[in-house]
């Protein structure tokens, strides 16, 4: 998919004008940042000393976050999708707006700051793990293309926010921070009501194993950053707003605005290996510079892991009708567990004495072993658009149809390897033998008119037809009346 020549014009990118709606992102997309800002200003990596935080209030928000975004993994058949009920909404804000207050009180109020940061830990990670939910299930509802462009994009809104919110005085600090998950709530609520009603999350079930490659590959590289985190939150930056972070998300964000579908998306994984490899290895070398350097590479790694992860996991339920609750659950609740686990393990290394020096060495060789299992793993797939290892069970309420729907992405799939399309021809082909016209490829692509058509032209030619009939014959399909 190539962005061509469409409304306004931004610029040329290889003699080919860039239009500005390419560059645009509802605002109401950006709000997944402004919870990702909300989570580093109270508990992760915070630039206020909160006197509650003198309790372990970090770990406590973690493993509540954990057994929420489990138990929501275990009951998502009964409770979910989410996008259609305004009691967890209500229920989400609350208890984020509950665990603000706490924490900031305590700055008030320091005699009862222990009182505080347990209540305050409990309430923040119940609202978190349901904020990160919601919004997966919405960004689960989008393909590929514009899950990467408006992901990428409100990273970098949510440091904008954070650089913003450093300079305000406690008193109105405290109030813009205790509006940052309302406002993030409505923003999504606002999201969900601009999709189409095709496209919001469905309410039948399909049971599906899980995608193992997918959750190792995250599991791997979450514990490589955990081995690593304590560092992170040694310079003037937390984990959200730290440079590296920031400038990966505006390289991805610039790269598939201004490429559209022509953009590798690999280049987002291949980018995060050499970074951790700098971290670790090469910057050291330069003494005094080590830890503001090594901090912008293990950040910018992280941060295109992170969209790498939300790449496939949402491509999963985009394709596949999975529940977002379901596998997003699993995702996050494994992915704080193994962090968790790499910041024991970082901390156990470095207390034995028996190493000495060694121990930032062997911290740092684990964590690139770590690194280098993620990467091998996300190399062995063929492309994100794969199930990572899961296939359909039986007993699901639609079981019949996502069984045909998965069989014929496979098919999909087979003649686009034997014919040799890309892979975005491959999604366009999918989406043909779904019966959807070029208007609606052209906007779930988020393309031009011209676009779509030289797309569904380019098909035709390598597979040497000329009529829909034609293509849904090779794929062995009857047509829809």
């Known amino acids: 998919m190539e962005i061509e020549r469409d409304g306004e014009e931004a610029g040329r990118h290889n003699g080919r004008r860039v239009p500005w709606s390419a560059l645009c992102v509802p605002v109401a997309f950006l709000g997944l940042g402004v919870y990702r800002a909300w989570i580093e200003i109270v508990f992760v990596g915070s630039f206020v000393g909160f006197p509650a935080s003198s309790v372990p209030v970090r770990d406590l928000f973690d493993w509540t976050m954990v057994a929420t975004a489990l ?73 590929p293309l514009r899950v990467a462009l408006y992901y990428s994009a409100s990273i970098a809104a949510g440091a904008l926010v954070l650089y913003v919110y450093r300079g305000f005085m406690l008193p109105w600090l405290f109030a813009m921070t205790a509006l940052l998950p309302a406002a993030s709530l409505l923003m999504a609520r606002r999201a969900f009501a601009s999709l189409p009603a095709a496209e919001l999350p469905s309410t039948s079930w399909s049971r599906f194993s899980v ?25 003037p930056f937390g984990p959200h707003s730290a440079p590296g972070a920031v400038v990966v998300a505006l390289l991805v964000y610039l ?28 910057v050291p070398l330069f003494g005094y510079v080590q830890g ?5 590479c293990m950040s910018g790694a992280y941060t295109a892991q992170s969209i790498i992860i939300m790449l496939i ?3 999963i339920c985009y394709r596949f009708g999975v529940s977002a609750i379901w596998l997003f659950g699993i995702e996050r609740g494994v992915r704080q567990v193994v962090m968790w686990l790499g910041r024991m393990t970082a901390d156990a290394v470095e207390s034995q004495e028996v190493l000495g020096a060694m121990g930032d060495m062997a911290v740092a060789l684990l964590a690139l072993v770590a690194v280098v299992a993620a990467t091998t793993i996300l190399l062995s797939e063929r492309d994100l658009t794969s199930r990572w290892g899961a296939n359909f069970l039986s007993g699901g309420t639609d079981s019949a149809a996502l069984a045909r729907k998965q ?57 040497d037809i000329h009529t829909r009939q034609e293509l849904f014959d090779l794929l062995d399909m009857e047509p829809r009346d």
């Open 71 to 143: 138990g929501c993994t275990l009951l998502a058949r009964h409770i979910g999708p989410f996008f259609n009920k305004r009691s967890v909404f209500a229920l989400c804000a609350a208890a984020l707006i509950a665990s603000t207050v706490l924490m900031f009180v305590s700055c008030w109020h320091v005699e009862a700051a222990s009182a505080l940061g347990v209540p305050s830990a409990l309430l923040g990670g119940f609202g978190i793990a349901l904020a990160i939910l919601i919004w997966s299930e919405l960004y689960s509802c989008l393909n």
């Open 313 to 315: 996991m949402a491509n």
């Open 292 to 296: 503001q350097a090594a901090n912008f």
């Open 211 to 235: 995608p193992w490659k997918a959750v190792l590959f995250m599991a791997a590289y979450a514990f490589g950053y955990g081995l690593l985190e304590g560092g992170m939150y040694q310079g």
């Open 407 to 463: 069989e014929l992405a496979d098919r999909c799939a087979e003649i686009a390897r034997r014919y040799k399309l890309s892979a975005r021809e491959e999604e366009v082909l999918l989406l043909l033998a779904q019966h959807k016209t070029v208007g609606i490829i052209e906007r779930e692509l988020v393309i031009a008119n011209g676009t779509a058509k030289a797309h569904v032209r380019h098909i035709y030619q390598k597979l």
């Open 255 to 282: 790269g598939v605005a201004m490429r559209g579908g022509r953009f590798d998306f690999s280049l987002i994984y291949r980018v995060a290996l050499p970074l951790v490899v700098v971290a670790l290895t090469i």
